[in-house]
């Protein structure tokens, strides 16, 4: 996947997300333009938006439907409701990646019926000073070409 010509989405815009975007606007993977980050907290959104000039909104159905690349970075608790809501909108062309901790790729999968393209990663607290250390994981569907994508991505905050 060329990231400097694909639509990335990020669900949930905590501090994980922030650092992440943060490191891929600093290694020039990507610019802001081609990011839409979605949010259930306004004061993240407004945050982000004035941080790092991308757009934001509450509709994760839009914000998923719009990716090439859907990164999902909410808390464990809430993916199963997440997954329902963007179900419909995900095809096998979109790459989805995950930094939920303890949520399984095949649970990703199954609720996302079974076709979608799946990388799991658990970077680490390290990522705020651009020095985390992450573990990736290839889930159902997920190509070589999707690994050294998510690799691409969690080297720019540090080692994968």
């Given at each position: 996947?060329?990231?400097?010509?694909?639509?990335?989405?990020?669900?949930?815009?905590?501090?994980?997300?922030?650092?992440?975007?943060?490191?891929?606007?600093?290694?020039?993977?990507?610019?802001?333009?081609?990011?839409?980050v979605s949010d259930i907290h306004p004061d993240?959104?407004?945050?982000?938006?004035?941080?790092?000039?991308?757009?934001?909104?509450?509709?994760?159905?839009?914000?998923?439907?719009?990716?090439?690349?859907?990164?999902?970075?909410?808390?464990?608790?809430?993916?199963?409701?997440?997954?329902?809501?963007?179900?419909?909108?995900?095809?096998?062309?979109?790459?989805?990646?995950?930094?939920?901790?303890?949520?399984?790729?095949?649970?990703?999968?199954?609720?996302?019926?079974?076709?979608?393209?799946?990388?799991?990663?658990?970077?680490?607290?390290?990522?705020?000073?651009?020095?985390?250390?992450?573990?990736?994981?290839?889930?159902?569907?997920?190509?070589?070409?999707?690994?050294?994508?998510?690799?691409?991505?969690?080297?720019?905050?540090?080692?994968?």
């Amino acid at each position: 996947m060329d990231l400097k010509t694909s639509k990335i989405g990020i669900i949930g815009g905590g501090m994980m997300a922030e650092n992440i975007l943060r490191g891929m606007v600093r290694a020039q993977l990507i610019s802001p333009d081609q990011v839409t980050v979605s949010d259930i907290h306004p004061d993240r959104l407004t945050y982000m938006r004035d941080s790092f000039k991308v757009p934001t909104s509450r509709d994760n159905v839009n914000t998923a439907s719009k990716a090439d690349l859907l990164i999902l970075a909410v808390k464990p608790q809430t993916m199963k409701l997440l997954l329902g809501e963007i179900k419909s909108v995900l095809s096998e062309k979109q790459l989805v990646i995950s930094i939920a901790a303890g949520v399984k790729t095949k649970t990703l999968s199954d609720a996302l019926g079974g076709t979608a393209r799946i990388v799991r990663t658990m970077p680490n607290v390290g990522a705020r000073v651009l020095a985390s250390a992450t573990a990736i994981c290839a889930g159902p569907g997920a190509t070589q070409d999707d690994m050294t994508t998510a690799k691409q991505i969690f080297e720019a905050i540090g080692s994968a």
